[in-house]
């Protein structure tokens, strides 16, 4: 199993990027998707998920209204457009896959992504 995210970049306060998150070696219709990220220093945080069937989505408050995850199983790729970004969403961000109920909590996927580096600064 891989996942290949990219998208990521250097973007002004405000901008917007949207991530991609190649998935093979499985099957991406039977998975939950989740995205993640992690600054330096500080813990690694889900900011989005997205269930395998149904495509019910999850936000932490902080990205909620601005980060939108999506998915296209025929692609076996999934998405994560984000809008209005602040200095403090700079990290690097991880897609993750687990099959079961989607969740938020990084310790329960079971296949991971490289990263990709988001750094919003002006």
């Known amino acids: 199993v891989q996942l290949q995210a990219s998208g990521g970049g250097l973007v002004q306060p405000g901008g917007s990027l949207r991530l991609s998150c190649a998935a093979s070696g499985l099957t991406l219709d039977y998975y939950a998707i989740g995205w993640f990220r992690q600054a330096p220093g500080k813990e690694r945080e889900g900011v989005s998920c997205?269930?395998?069937?149904?495509?019910?989505?999850h936000y932490p408050d902080s990205v909620k209204g601005r980060f939108t995850i999506s998915r296209d199983n025929a692609k076996s790729t999934a998405y994560l457009q984000m809008n209005n970004l602040k200095p403090e969403d700079t990290a690097v961000y991880y897609c993750?896959?687990?099959?079961?109920?989607?969740?938020?909590?990084?310790?329960?996927?079971?296949?991971w992504g490289q990263g990709t580096q988001v750094t919003v600064s002006s």
């Open positions: 993750a896959t687990k099959a079961g109920t989607m969740t938020l909590r990084w310790d329960e996927y079971d296949y």
């Open positions: 997205i269930s395998s069937i149904g495509g019910r989505t």
